[in-house]
């Protein structure tokens, strides 16, 4: 039986810090690997992508497109993985599903700003979903199977009305 005052790390799993720079007895002493002189050998150095003053590289290439600060972020869920969860047992495919439902299940880890539910695998369960927004192919495997989808998400032409 081992006592609590017995326990230590594997042989061999641990390893102490090489402490640099204190002497030459410990193999790491004067440069501390550091090699001779030198911008490098300095402390407070930081010239990753620096080429000697020839314009860089990242600098001559050219800029393309435009990333947009304000998009939505969604937690995509496909057919196969809500099939996968009710299978299991974690989802119930009599009651509604929402996303909190898929994330009390352990199919998405988060929410974001909504589900997505893409069309990727069969469905074979009779399904009354609310989501964010389906693609077509997602909609139309949903009522395939008998189920009912609702999306969230304010289409344009509503937009365009209101």
Excluded: C
């Excluded at 150095?45 to 003053?53: A, L, M």
């Excluded at 969604?74 to 929402?98: C, M, T």
């Excluded at 990727?120 to 399904?127: A, H, P």
Aim: charged fraction near 30%; proline fraction near 3%.
């Amino acid at each position: 039986m081992t006592k609590l005052n017995d326990l230590a790390p594997r042989e061999g799993s641990t390893k102490n810090r090489m402490r640099v720079g204190r002497g030459p007895g410990s193999g790491k002493g004067k440069t501390a690997g550091r090699g001779v002189k030198g911008q490098k050998a300095r402390s407070g150095v930081s010239i990753h992508g620096f080429e000697g003053g020839q314009m860089p590289l990242h600098m001559r290439m050219p800029k393309r497109g435009f990333t947009n600060r304000n998009r939505l972020d969604f937690a995509e869920v496909n057919l196969w993985r809500l099939e996968q969860a009710i299978a299991a047992g974690k989802l119930d495919a009599k009651s509604p599903i929402d996303a909190d439902a898929l994330v009390k299940a352990g199919v998405i880890r988060r929410v974001k700003d909504g589900v997505k539910l893409l069309a990727k695998g069969e469905l074979t369960s009779k399904l009354t979903l609310t989501v964010y927004s389906a693609t077509a192919a997602a909609r139309a495997a949903v009522e395939k199977a008998g189920g009912t989808l609702t999306t969230t998400k304010v289409e344009a032409a509503e937009e365009a009305a209101a």
